[in-house]
């Protein structure tokens, strides 16, 4: 069965430092990775996501995130945090047409002025 | 106008009510999925539709039902509220290409008292 794991459930940073979120995924094949964001009183919405190719895919927002099957990890990253980062960011792992994605438990941003 | 629109937003009932949260969607798409989130649990899939003749159960169908009305239209029900479901919940669409986006509703809060 896959799996997705969030290990910080709450990150504080200072506004334009840089961030990097942690996502370890366990599944038997290649997998779909994803990164989504839920602002305050809002869904869920696409950051970026991974299928194949270069394992270092650019998102929404100046987000970029990694893939690394050695480490069967998907990080997320961002060199300049913005006040209007904070947020929860969730990490998700599937496979094609099995239409179903599961969600890590989500980790809560912060950021100080 | 929103792709994927519930009703209500927020909605206050109490344990024995049935209640029904629905989901609509202008995106075209034939997969629709309903989840609820916990605080530090993550979304968790209720149940899921590839189309309108087929649905699924997720990992906490217990206690709920749906309905696939069309296929813009997902209703997810609670025959006999009680106060462990209180809790946040969203609906989302994917299209069936595989690559499982998804594209999440605004979420309706539901207290039971």
């Known amino acids: 069965a896959q799996s997705v794991t969030q290990p910080d459930i709450h990150i504080t940073v200072s506004e334009g430092a840089s961030l990097e979120l942690r996502c370890n995924y366990s599944?038997?094949?290649?997998?779909?990775l994803f990164w989504y964001v839920q602002s305050p009183g809002q869904g869920l919405q696409l950051l970026l996501k991974?299928?194949?190719?270069?394992?270092l895919v650019q998102g929404i927002k100046g987000f970029e995130a990694e893939f690394k099957r050695s480490q069967s990890s998907f990080n997320l990253r961002k060199p300049s945090v913005h006040w209007s980062d904070a947020a929860e960011y969730f990490c998700?792992?599937?496979?094609?047409?099995?239409?179903?994605?599961?969600f890590g438990d989500g980790t809560t941003l912060t950021v100080k002025p | 106008d929103a792709d994927v629109t519930q009703t209500p937003r927020n909605r206050i009932t109490k344990t024995g009510k049935r209640i029904m949260l629905e989901c609509s969607q202008t995106k075209g798409h034939d997969r629709m999925y309903w989840y609820r989130q916990d605080p530090g649990l993550g979304l968790r899939l209720i149940y899921y539709s590839f189309d309108v003749k087929d649905i699924n159960k997720g990992e906490i169908s217990d206690g709920y039902s749906v309905s696939r009305q069309a296929q813009a239209k997902f209703s997810l029900s609670l025959e006999s509220a009680i106060p462990n479901q209180t809790a946040l919940y969203f609906c989302?669409?994917?299209?069936?290409?595989?690559?499982?986006?998804?594209?999440f509703g605004p979420g309706t809060r539901l207290l039971v008292l």
């Open positions: 599944y038997g094949a290649t997998p779909y």
């Open positions: 998700a792992v599937g496979r094609g047409n099995a239409g179903k994605s599961t």
């Open positions: 991974y299928f194949s190719g270069d394992t």
């Open positions: 989302a669409t994917s299209d069936s290409s595989g690559q499982e986006t998804q594209y």
